[in-house]
């Protein structure tokens, strides 16, 4: 079965500074994979996935991940926060099946 | 485009009271249905999913059930509410499984008195 570990429970973070999040997971089979964010009392929105192909991967609001199959790590960036960025991130992962299985999920949190 | 609706947003509730919150989906068929629970500082729990009418797999076991009456509606309920129960409920779709990414509702924000 395949599990997600987010490395930062929360990343504080200057406006307009970048920010990385960290995602790894562990899985005996490939993977899909995704990032969501969660605005207070929100659901999660999905800002990228990662299927197949090209590592790095471009989502909305000017996100990117990148996607390394030798250390089993998919991380999430940004060049250039904003206050609005601020909120939960959550890595989630896929074996192919119904399951997606979630991290614990990292707050950011954009400071002017 | 597709969209799910999830209501009410908000519901405070006493305990032993009973349960029922909705999903719906619009804009698309025979969806993957699916229930998550959300404790505050914690990830999602998968409760229930469902990849048809009628098709209900549990996830974990708990004091809560989930229907599917209708192709695009997906219900969670109790009879029987607890403390434990508190937190916030989500629903989510799929087109399919795997490389099909979860779309999720609003969320309902449950309180056990």
């Known amino acids: 079965a395949q599990s997600v570990t987010q490395l930062d429970s929360q990343v504080p973070v200057f406006e307009e500074a970048p920010v990385e999040l960290r995602c790894n997971y562990s899985s005996s089979v490939s993977v899909y994979l995704f990032w969501y964010v969660q605005y207070p009392n929100q659901g999660l929105q999905l800002l990228l996935k990662y299927l197949s192909g090209s590592t790095l991967v471009k989502g909305i609001n000017g996100f990117e991940a990148e996607f390394n199959k030798s250390q089993t790590s998919f991380h999430l960036r940004k060049p250039s926060v904003h206050i609005s960025d601020t909120a939960e991130y959550f890595c989630a992962v896929s074996e192919g099946d119904y399951k997606l299985s979630f991290g614990a999920g990292t707050t950011v949190t954009v400071r002017a | 485009s597709q969209t799910i609706h999830q209501w009410p947003a908000t519901l405070v509730q006493p305990v032993g009271s009973p349960l029922s919150l909705e999903c719906t989906v619009e804009g698309t068929s025979n969806p993957n249905l699916y229930w998550y629970r959300q404790a505050a500082g914690r990830g999602l729990q998968l409760l229930f999913y469902?990849?048809?009418?009628?098709?209900i797999s549990s996830e974990v076991p708990q004091n809560l059930s989930a229907s599917r009456p209708q192709d695009r509606q997906f219900i969670l309920s109790s009879k029987k509410l607890l403390l434990s129960d508190s937190g916030f409920y989500l629903c989510?779709?799929?087109?399919?499984?795997?490389?099909?990414?979860?779309?999720f509702g609003d969320g309902t924000r449950l309180s056990i008195l």
């Open positions: 989510a779709w799929s087109g399919g499984v795997g490389s099909q990414p979860q779309h």
């Open positions: 469902s990849v048809g009418i009628g098709q």
